[in-house]
């Protein structure tokens, strides 16, 4: 077993957020690591265990108890990504964050209190499990180009179009998908609608295999004259796009606090192998080159943390920060895989192999620099903020 390198000691951790990370930490060693290699194999996460992290509060913290949530704050979320990524099962941990600070976002932040009591329930408890379905073949980044519409139908709307690359997109009960309600061509007009699993004309066109992220099941979603009635619809018609937007920025936060607690667990690993493995004499450990590079990955990873927390305290204390965000995203996506390309490096031949965490873990760490916005778009971000 590892010792945790990773500082704990931001002056705004509590002993709330101390106790979660404990609780996350036991919850990893008994339940996930012993048989996430089982959900690797099956391509998804299996419901009972999301229903116990349910159980134990950790799928709606940032949402009211009245909902059946902990009333958290945004730190305590970045906590929760940062310890699903050291648990060293990309796929388990994106199931998670996607259901938590992804898709059901939508409805806490826009749904009607009636939408709320339908179901957010249920999404706290790990009983309805949600998808957001925003990315298109032709349309990932670029909103603009989405093609997907919904067009008017007595008591509803009408969902013509297909979602692609979507995360929970086969097991999922709920997705929020954004739809064009505006004129054709180019435009910000859209909606987010609420659909269910089994609503006619929607179905699962395909599941995709992917690099990483095994146990994460990734699907293709089809809609052709899907009807989704009025009451499904999630805020204000023709604002999704903003929604879209706002979400983000939460977004962004728990995939940086993911990567970095992966690229923090990347290093434990490596630097137990380095020091026990035997090269021309001595340990790897011996080498100055080894001990200088893991060095200095530790001191970027810390400094990634502190933008990250530090970020996070800043969204629970209600500031617009989406520079930062798109910092975030653009640094640790692209960190993670320097990391984890050091690690296996200094693996040496074992590194390559599947029995092995790290092998693992660099294939998952791959879609990091892509998944909720490719480095290039961030830094686009950046620039026109500066």
Not at 13 to 19: D, F
Not at 342 to 358: N, S, T
Request: glycine share 10%.
């Amino acid at each position: 077993m590892t010792a945790p390198l990773a500082s704990t000691s931001f002056p705004f951790l509590t002993e709330e957020h101390a106790m979660l990370r404990e609780t996350l930490r036991r919850f990893i060693a008994d339940r996930v690591q012993p048989a996430a290699d089982a959900w690797e194999k099956a391509g998804f996460v299996p419901r009972e265990v999301l229903r116990e992290m349910g159980s134990l509060g950790l799928l709606g913290m940032r949402y009211p108890p009245e909902w059946g949530g902990a009333g958290l704050d945004t730190i305590a979320n970045a906590v929760f990504a940062e310890e699903l990524g050291r648990s060293t099962y990309g796929g388990f941990a994106v199931t998670a964050l996607v259901h938590t600070d992804m898709a059901s976002t939508h409805l806490f932040h826009a749904g009607s209190q009636a939408q709320k009591a339908r179901w957010m329930p249920g999404i706290c408890a790990g009983e309805t499990i949600t998808a957001v379905a925003m990315t298109e073949p032709d349309a990932g980044s670029d909103l603009a180009s989405m093609r997907t519409t919904a067009t008017r139908s007595p008591g509803g709307w009408r969902i013509n179009g297909t979602k692609t690359f979507i995360t929970n997109g086969v097991h999922a009960d709920l997705y929020f998908v954004a739809a064009k309600t505006g004129e054709a061509g180019r435009n910000r007009q859209i909606t987010m609608f609420a659909v269910e699993k089994g609503a006619p004309g929607f179905h699962v066109a395909r599941e995709l295999e992917k690099q990483g992220w095994w146990s994460s099941d990734t699907a293709e979603l089809h809609f052709e004259d899907c009807f989704v009635p009025d009451d499904q619809v999630i805020g204000a018609e023709g604002r999704g796009f903003y929604a879209l937007v706002h979400n983000l920025q939460n977004e962004r936060i728990v995939l940086g606090a993911q990567a970095m607690g992966e690229a923090m667990k990347a290093i434990e690993l490596t630097l137990e192998w380095v020091k026990t493995r035997q090269a021309f004499g001595a340990p790897l450990w011996d080498k100055q080159t080894i001990r200088h590079r893991l060095a200095s990955r530790l001191a970027q990873v810390e400094a990634a943390r502190a933008l990250i927390f530090n970020t996070a305290w800043r969204d629970a204390n209600g500031e617009q920060i989406p520079r930062e965000v798109a910092m975030i995203k653009a640094l640790c996506g692209e960190l993670v895989n320097q990391v984890l390309y050091d690690c296996v490096q200094f693996h040496g031949g074992m590194g390559y192999m599947r029995e092995m965490a790290i092998e693992r873990m660099a294939r998952d760490a791959r879609v990091q620099a892509i998944g909720g916005g490719a480095s290039e778009v961030m830094l686009e971000e950046i620039a026109k903020r500066m």
